[in-house]
């Protein structure tokens, strides 16, 4: 098959680097949304407790350096660039690049598993506004398609949960209860998507893998206004729910991130901790996938998928999503038509 793609866009969230990028890149994530400011200033504080930035750039560093890797290792020969919606590199100054590099047409990996507006189709808006800024020269970028259960994905989350159960005492590990973690979104973007779902088949796939029944899919991470819905429950109540119910052990798994950002390291390892010593419940969280050898494989599969037919590989009954998004895919109600990317 002749190759039609010359280079790979890995997409990213992105992450403030140093204490000055703090309030510039929250500015950037809560621009055009309903979010009080003080709720910014109040996660702002977060960071400090971090240095002052977040690792988030340095795990996607990571990842970035593990595909580039991959690729030279076993092919296809593509290059690997990196853009972010919310800081540096941003995404329109990595497509500036990618065109003066002459590159044309780019697979684009997006860093989440799932399918909603903020995973998908937002970023596909952030490149169709990026290819804007840099006018007829810049590369088109097709979606690589959501791998939430890929059993590249599937697999290393299923290695790190067992890791985690095997800190329990063995007498104890078939009564703990295993909470799955997902970025909650508001219901009105739940509604209009398959995420929920996805995340539910995710941690269902991980959980019959190690024949563990005892386990519940919960949020965390939520922003909105209070009297807006939002897919609950979230990590704190559901922990005091297991206290009442008599569980004296409980395995987080961040089934909805790719890695250890602030939002899992503040909101799991600080907070819904300290809550758990609050309850007496014995807490411990399992890691994100990171960038597993296997993960890092998946990606490379996906690209194969696209660039010489190779098998689209999926575990469950969902089967593999579509590779381009139909036009009322992750319609969120106050978003305009999907753009073409």
């Known amino acids: 098959m002749a190759q039609a793609y010359d280079a790979v866009l890995v997409v990213a969230f992105g992450g403030p680097e140093g204490p000055d990028d703090v309030l510039p890149f929250l500015e950037n994530v809560l621009r055009g949304k309903n979010v009080p400011r003080e709720r910014m200033l109040a996660v702002a504080e977060h960071y ?3 240095g002052g930035k977040s690792p988030l750039n340095e795990q996607t560093r990571a990842l970035v ?3 580039r890797s991959e690729l030279e290792s076993h092919g296809p020969a593509l290059p690997v660039y990196w853009g972010n919606r919310n800081w540096r590199p941003m995404l329109p100054d990595t497509l500036a690049e990618m065109a003066r590099d002459g590159v044309r047409k780019a697979l684009g990996f997006f860093t989440s598993a799932y399918s909603s507006y903020s995973s998908c189709r937002q970023y596909r808006e952030n490149i169709a506004e990026a290819q804007r800024v840099v006018g007829p ?19 290393p989350m299923i290695e790190r949960v067992r890791s985690a159960l ?7 590990r078939a009564r703990t209860k295993l909470l799955y973690t997902a970025h909650s979104i508001p219901l009105s973007m739940a509604e209009h998507c398959d995420y929920a779902a996805q995340i539910a088949e995710a941690s269902r796939l991980v959980s019959d893998a190690l024949q563990h029944t005892n ?3 919960v949020y965390q991470s939520r922003s909105g206004p209070p009297q807006q819905p939002w897919l609950e429950p979230d990590v704190c109540d559901a922990l005091r729910t297991a206290a009442d119910a008599g569980i004296n052990d409980v395995v987080v798994v961040p089934i909805g991130f790719l890695s250890d950002h602030v939002e899992v390291l503040y909101d799991l390892d600080i907070e819904a901790r300290n809550v758990a010593a609050e309850l007496g419940i014995n807490l411990v969280r399992a890691t994100t996938v990171g960038s597993h050898p296997d ?13 010489a037919g190779a098998p689209r590989r999926a575990l469950g009954t969902f089967g593999p999503s579509h590779d381009v998004c139909p036009e009322d895919c992750c319609l969120y109600p106050r978003t305009r038509p999907a753009p073409s990317v």
């Open 48 to 50: 400090k407790l971090f």
């Open 215 to 217: 386990d519940e899919v």
């Open 137 to 155: 020269q810049a590369p088109s970028v097709e979606k690589l398609r959501v791998y939430y259960n890929h059993p590249g994905f599937i697999e």
């Open 295 to 307: 993960f890092v494989r998946m990606i490379r599969e996906l690209i194969l998928e696209r660039t």
């Open 65 to 67: 350096d593990a595909l």
């Open 166 to 172: 095997e800190q329990i005492p063995s007498d104890r």
